[in-house]
């Protein structure tokens, strides 16, 4: 059942030309979703990833966006002052044909939350930590088709049954179950 609603909309604008790869935002990412807070730095569990080529002095960070569930039909090339990138890199979905994006124990996907937290941030760290002003935090209010949205457990779920099967997966709860 579709219907259309007002939605905050929360976006962080890149500006590339002030990016210069310190990875702060890679840093303190990974370091808020940690699990206590800020008890380790693990670089796989960050929501944003920065693409780099430093021969050439490019640096483009990009977020993680919604999960797909099916392999994207382009596979294009871009060339950034010479140097050849394929689409993947630049891609923000957490997606069966890549490791970007998910989580690095379990392989869930990982999706950008703005840091949504308890007490609410004005920003996301990544936002705040930026050296370099290149990350600009950005709301709007757009009207949207608002459809039913699976919870984070049915996400998680789904990319474990596309990545393994669903038999996989009931032999490994069964597994877990019985210990």
């Known amino acids: ?86 689409e993947c890199g630049f891609c923000r979905a957490s997606c069966p044909s890549r490791d970007a994006f998910k989580e690095p124990d379990s392989g869930l996907p990982l999706k950008c939350d703005m840091c949504e937290d308890d007490p ?13 002003d290149a990350l600009i935090y950005e709301e709007r209010e757009e009207e949207v088709e608002e459809d039913v949205k699976l919870d984070d457990m049915e996400v998680g779920l789904k990319s474990l049954v596309d990545k393994y099967g669903f038999e996989k997966l009931i032999e490994t709860m069964a597994r877990i179950n019985q210990k």
């Open 120 to 132: 609410t941030l004005e920003e996301p760290m990544c936002v705040q930590w930026c050296l370099a």
């Open 1 to 86: 059942m579709m219907s259309k609603v007002k939605k905050k909309i929360k976006t962080i604008r890149i500006d590339l030309d002030k990016c210069n790869g310190c990875k702060a935002c890679e840093v303190i990412c990974a370091s808020f979703h940690a699990t206590p807070k800020y008890s380790s730095n693990n670089p796989a569990r960050a929501r944003i990833r920065l693409i780099r080529d430093p021969l050439r002095d490019v640096f483009v960070p990009v977020y993680a966006g919604e999960y797909t569930a099916a392999e994207c039909m382009g596979r294009d090339k871009y060339i950034i002052n010479g140097k050849e990138y394929d």
